[in-house]
Every structure is written in structure tokens, then in C-alpha cells.
């Protein structure tokens, strides 16, 4: 199996850098990349299954970080943003369909992969 590998990932998965690239690219992945980080992590998971559970609890850490990160720029810079792009209309359907839906518009984010990224930036312009 490991023969299939891609030269440039197998490049990457057996250098010193991995651990900090497979936590770099959990974290930009729940911020804004749609590339998952399982490309890397079953990688590294194969060719040292002794520290497989490392490896997923890095990639566990920093998609968490990630998250907060994007909640975060949401929170601060999301009003200048979507003022720029979303009229006043189409906020007020926003907020009226948070508040109605609430839990259930989050939880039906969180399964879909790219809308989540984005609606976590939305859910912290709403609060």
C-alpha cells in the first residue's frame, strides 16, 4: 500500500516537518481549505501505526484550534465583511432563520463540508 503513495506526499510524510504540516493542514481545513487532513494522516498512521493515535490527536488539536480561529476572525471581522457582500434583506432572513432553527441549523452545517466553514464565520457575526 505504501508504494501507491503519491511521490510528493510519501516526501512529505517521511520527513522531520510532517507533524507540523498534518497540523497545519487541520487547521487551515476547518478554517477555509477543503482538502481534508486524512490525506497526510493515514500516511503517517501506516508507516508508524505506533504513533497513529499521536498523529490523530494532532490533527484532533489543531482542526479545534482552526475552528477557533475562524470563529474568531468571524466575531471581529465578519460585520465589515458581510455588509460588503449581503444586503441588510438578506440579513434579517439570516438572523430570523438562526433564531427559529437555531441548534438544528448548526447541527445540519456540521455534516455538510463546505457550508460549515462558512456558517461558523455567519453564527459569529449573529451573536
Known sequence: MIELLSPSVDYIVGSNLSIVLLSIVSMA???FLPVPPDIFLIPLSLLNSDLAVFYAAVATISSIFGGLIGYYIGNKGGKVLVYKFVSEEKLVKVKEFYNKHDIWAILIAAFSPLP??????RQAYLI
Open 29 to 31: 481545513e476547518s478554517i
Open 116 to 121: 460549515i466553514k462558512y456558517s461558523r464565520f
